[in-house]
């Protein structure tokens, strides 16, 4: 993979930064699960959006004016008996001309004695200010500095939480960002259809689960972006259900919450289908009414709008559904203003979506919802969730839970729904999963 896009976001950082201010930007450790076995490694975003390199422990420094050079890495040096267990490391010589940096030291000999000497130089510093770990590596050279220098000592005297300004950054996808994120939900729509097309009652959760994953695995995905949810009957009325362990019973819908992570980018997707492929009537009306909220959702996304504005959009329509079904009574307004629709809509309708699942940007700017800017990618998401014990509404409506989640790129004019590749209307899922020949494939 070619580093210019790596290199293009260093640079912008870079520009951000004061004359000799000094940027720390670490990358994850590993995790021990048990005596000498880890638990998958993930590369920490932030890092890997400013590098896209794949070891773990290293530290990304950036200085604003250094004259021998802006952009240094640490990274674990080369030592050919762990390399046979663990696998090739890229070293020091290699990393300058592969990772597009300006010099690469040693993680374990030189990483103390070069921050010494960039601190004692370092205008301010910018580091992700909730990683404790980094901070008190920090405090230790500014220790040292003082032990070297003494009285001649001048230490910088202003922190800058650089996870805020990269937030930032992410919040706005470059044109490589955005090709990356519609493989990555076209990867895991097609993982959604390949479970839609297997489905079958008396199958397990889990098996579902199964389909999806060996479809992100089979194309070349690393792993889910989270764990995946597969929540038949009223186990889809619980929110983030993971375990996945029930059997499906034919008349019962099932609900997939599960997305690829594909080069670092998440895919969010949900649908809800039926397990014996045909809806219910009850089903149906409950289903048509969370697929109006979420296609309205998403004729209102594009720039200028707001998520608070979707929400809203999103909360009108549900309400006013719930009282044409006589689910609820009342004043439409009183009824909103009530939040009576909380007890079946119980989370937001949007999250921003990039490296990270719920991804990194500030939400509102100056106490206001922030206006939808072109490069965002953001998840549009309704749902309704009647859990069984819901005594207040009719029989018919419990043990429902219908959530329809799309990833969507604000573009100049409007909107591009990246998870478009996985169907949705009640006709197009009773066809896909009646399929004979689709579910033999
Ligand atoms: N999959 C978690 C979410 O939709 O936010
Ligand atoms: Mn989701
Ligand atoms: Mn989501």
């Not at 032990?147 to 044109?175: C, F, G, N």
């Not at 999806?212 to 889809?236: K, M």
Request: a negative charge; charged letters at 25%.
């Amino acid at each position: 993979m070619s580093y210019q896009p790596f290199h293009q976001r260093r640079q912008e950082l870079l520009e951000q930064l004061p004359d000799k201010g000094l940027a720390l930007i670490p990358a994850a450790a590993e995790v021990t699960r048990s005596r000498d076995t880890e638990y998958p490694f993930r590369q920490a975003s932030d890092f890997w959006y400013l590098t896209g390199f794949t070891e773990p422990d290293g530290l990304l420094v950036l200085m604003k004016g250094r004259s021998e050079g802006e952009s240094l890495i640490f990274t674990l040096p080369r030592d050919p008996a762990m390399e046979v267990w663990t696998g090739i490391r890229l070293g020091q010589e290699e990393a300058v001309p592969r990772l597009g940096v300006d010099q690469a030291f040693s993680l374990t000999t030189e990483v103390d004695e070069q921050l010494i000497e960039l601190i004692g130089e370092a205008s301010e510093v910018w580091l992700p200010l909730e990683d404790l770990k980094l901070y008190q590596r920090y405090l230790g050279w500014r220790q040292g500095v003082r032990s070297k220098r003494k009285r001649s000592a001048t230490l910088p005297d202003r922190l800058v939480d650089v996870a805020a300004q990269l937030a930032e950054m992410r919040l706005i996808k470059s044109t490589d960002e955005v090709d990356l994120m519609r493989q990555a939900a076209q990867i895991s729509a097609d993982a959604h259809c390949r479970a839609m097309k297997a489905c079958r009652p008396g199958m397990y959760e889990y098996q579902l689960q199964a389909e999806l994953e060996h479809e992100f695995a089979f194309q070349g995905a690393a792993a889910p972006a989270y764990a995946s949810i597969v929540g038949a009957g009223a186990n889809a009325c619980v929110l983030h259900y993971i375990a996945n362990q029930s059997q499906m019973q034919s008349g019962d819908l099932v609900l997939i919450d599960a997305g690829a992570e594909y080069q670092g980018y998440a895919g969010d997707i949900t649908r809800t289908f039926p397990v014996n492929g045909q809806f219910t009537p009850p089903q149906k009306q409950l289903y048509e009414l969370v697929l109006k909220a979420n296609q309205e959702a998403i004729k209102l996304t594009r720039p200028g709008t707001t998520l608070e504005a979707i929400h809203h959009a999103v909360l009108r329509i549900l309400t006013q559904g719930l009282l044409d079904l006589g689910i609820l009574s009342g004043d439409l307004e009183q009824l909103i203003e009530d939040g009576a629709f909380k007890p079946y809509f119980m989370h937001g309708t949007s999250h921003w979506l990039g490296l990270d699942v719920h991804d990194v940007g500030r939400y509102r700017l100056h106490g206001e919802a922030r206006p939808l800017k072109p490069g965002m990618v953001l998840t549009i998401e309704p749902g309704l969730y009647f859990a069984p014990d819901r005594d207040e509404v009719d029989p018919c409506w419990r043990g429902i839970g219908i959530r329809i989640e799309d990833d969507v790129l604000v573009t100049l004019d409007g909107c591009e729904v990246l998870s478009r590749g996985v169907p949705k209307t009640v006709a197009e899922l009773e066809a896909l999963m009646g399929d004979e020949d689709a579910a033999n494939t």
